[in-house]
């Protein structure tokens, strides 16, 4: 599977970076560039469960690709969450169902700092957005 523009700029950013505080402060510039979510997106319906910190996503069909928008009240992993957006973004359902997280993860570097309770989190994410996936497939509305 061929990444995505936005995930190649991500693993060559993340592959440049000598040690983790370096990585660190580059998660950090990457969650400031997430577009912000407006008060009412960031609502019960759009909040992830699982997460020890507020995350909310939003999933927006674009033909048979999926975009996705995410926040969260946490620094670091607002930073996270943008590189899961730049992994998955205008992928179709059926490579997302596929992807493999932890291993993106390994290879920008970071997987050996996640916390347990945020690599929960981020998988709470993914299975998340293949939720909402679902239930576009089931006619159902999507929040």
Do not use: K
Request: one cysteine or more; hydrophobic letters at 45%.
């Amino acid at each position: 599977m061929s990444l995505p523009a936005s995930a190649q700029t991500a693993l060559q950013a993340f592959s440049a970076c000598p040690g983790w505080e370096q990585r660190a402060r580059l998660l950090i510039q990457w969650g400031d560039q997430l577009a912000p979510l407006n008060d009412a997106e960031r609502c019960e319906a759009n909040r992830v469960q699982g997460c020890e910190s507020q995350v909310w996503l939003l999933a927006e069909p674009d033909g048979a690709h999926w975009q996705f928008r995410a926040s969260s009240d946490a620094r670091l992993l607002r930073g996270l969450l943008a590189l899961l957006l730049a992994r998955v973004n205008g992928l179709a359902q059926s490579e997302l169902t596929q992807l493999d997280l932890p291993d993106w993860f390994t290879q920008l570097g970071l997987a050996r700092h996640l916390s347990p309770s945020r690599s929960n989190g981020l998988q709470a994410v993914l299975t998340r957005m293949q939720q909402l996936l679902n239930a576009d497939d089931q006619g159902a509305a999507r929040h």
